[in-house]
T-cell receptor, first 114, second 113 residues
Framework: DQQVKQNSPSLSVQEGRISILNCDYT??????FLWYKKYPAEGPTFLIS?????DKNEDGRFTVFLNKSAKHLSLHIVPSQPGDSAVYFC?????????????FGQGTELSVKP | NAGVTQTPKFQVLKTGQSMTLQCAQD?????MYWYRQDPGMGLRLIYY???????DKGEVPNGYNVSRLNKREFSLRLESAAPSQTSVYFC????????????FGSGTRLTVV
């Protein structure tokens, strides 16, 4: 069963507008959530994270929102830039998970058009 | 700063052949991981090593073995490759707590024909 789900395989937005990427999870024991960005032929790179004790975390143009009651998180990119075009993975972890292993979603491919 | 280094970058195998994917990190991380990426499936954990001397199965361990050779190196072995193992393989490392995030290698693209 997929514990972390990204239901939109792709998203296309215009440069300068907001990009909103969504992620749902099913395991209520998850208490840390991360977003990774992946360019073709490269490994994923860490983008932003949020602890379950918060509902928002901001880093420059990137903001992650967490709604624990809905088991939903979203990544907002404002303003979107062509260089943001990539695949975005959300990931979740339970702090007491042995090895701190992350469970990833399927990914959403973002395309930002000039 | 090399980070996480994976070799080889590309490989084509015939069904039934064996091979080992190599991974090394220079960040003194305790934990290391092997993931595979398939279209529509995201990143799925194959095996991980929470610390030197320990290894554990992830979501999709069948057909694979691993060795944590020392703190730096974590290898993934396919004993008898199958077409279903055609994928992109990523190695990653982290501090013990996942809150610090993982550092990924650039991946190995494996095709089994």
């Amino acid at each position: 069963d997929q514990q972390v789900k990204q239901n939109s395989p792709s998203l296309s937005v215009q440069e300068g507008r907001i990009s909103i990427l969504n992620c749902d999870y099913t395991n209520s024991m998850f208490d840390y959530f991360l977003w990774y960005k992946k360019y073709p032929a490269e490994g994923p790179t860490f983008l932003i994270s949020i602890s379950s004790i918060k509902d928002k975390n901001e880093d420059g143009r990137f903001t992650v929102f967490l709604n624990k009651s809905a088991k939903h998180l979203s990544l907002h990119i404002v303003p979107s830039q062509p260089g943001d075009s990539a695949v975005y993975f959300c990931a979740a972890s339970g702090i007491y998970n042995q090895g701190g292993k992350l469970i990833f979603g399927q990914g959403t491919e973002l395309s930002v058009k000039p | 700063n090399a980070g996480v280094t994976q070799t080889p970058k590309f490989q084509v195998l015939k069904t039934g052949q064996s091979m080992t994917l190599q991974c090394a990190q220079d960040m003194n991380h305790n934990s290391m991981y092997w993931y595979r990426q398939d279209p529509g499936m995201g990143l799925r954990l194959i095996y991980y090593s929470a610390s030197e001397g320990t290894t554990d199965k992830g979501e999709v361990p069948n057909g694979y073995n691993v060795s944590r050779l020392n703190k730096r190196e974590f290898s993934l072995r396919l004993e008898s490759a199958a077409p279903s193992q055609t994928s992109v393989y990523f190695c990653a490392s982290s501090e013990v707590a996942a809150t610090y995030g993982y550092t990924f290698g650039s991946g190995t693209r494996l095709t089994v024909v």
